[in-house]
């Protein structure tokens, strides 16, 4: 099953194969910040299940902590689309869950960074909560 993952205007695509191979929330406050949203929703998927990529994307590398990593989002409505980080996820490339704006996506097997969680966020369902990044 292909998903088409695209940002808010449509200029910005990407189709992928199947299900994500996992997916995060990460709660921390770059993640609240450069999304404007109180969680970053991302599914890992492995770059050879990409399909193609449609539209011009600009690319942001002010991530914290990450020097490597490129956020891929459209100049036209700011989305962010897609991304890698090769030091946390190498041969890896994230995908915003909500760019599939698709109900029956599965949802976050993982939260991190849950100490940042605002404090009227509940436990998502089926998602562990990460000690390793708390
Ligand atoms: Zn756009
Ligand atoms: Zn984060």
Redesign the pocket.
């Known amino acids: 099953m292909n998903r088409k993952a695209e940002?808010?205007?449509?200029?910005?695509k990407v189709v992928v194969a199947g299900d994500p191979q996992m997916s995060y929330a990460c709660h921390c406050d770059f993640c609240q910040k450069s999304t404007g949203s109180i969680a970053a929703f991302g599914a890992v998927y492995r770059e050879e299940d990409f399909i193609s990529f449609e539209g011009e994307a600009s690319v942001f590398s002010e991530f914290r902590n990450w020097p490597d990593a490129k956020k891929h989002f459209?100049p036209?409505?700011g989305?962010t689309v897609h991304w890698v980080n090769p030091e946390a996820f190498p041969g890896m490339r994230m995908v915003s869950i909500g760019c599939f704006a698709d109900p029956e996506f599965p949802g976050p097997a993982v939260q991190v960074q849950t100490k940042y969680r605002h404090s009227w966020c509940g436990d998502f369902t089926g998602a562990a909560v990460s000690k390793e990044f708390s």
């Not at 940002?7 to 910005?12: I, K």
């Open positions: 940002c808010g205007c449509g200029r910005l459209c036209v409505c989305t």
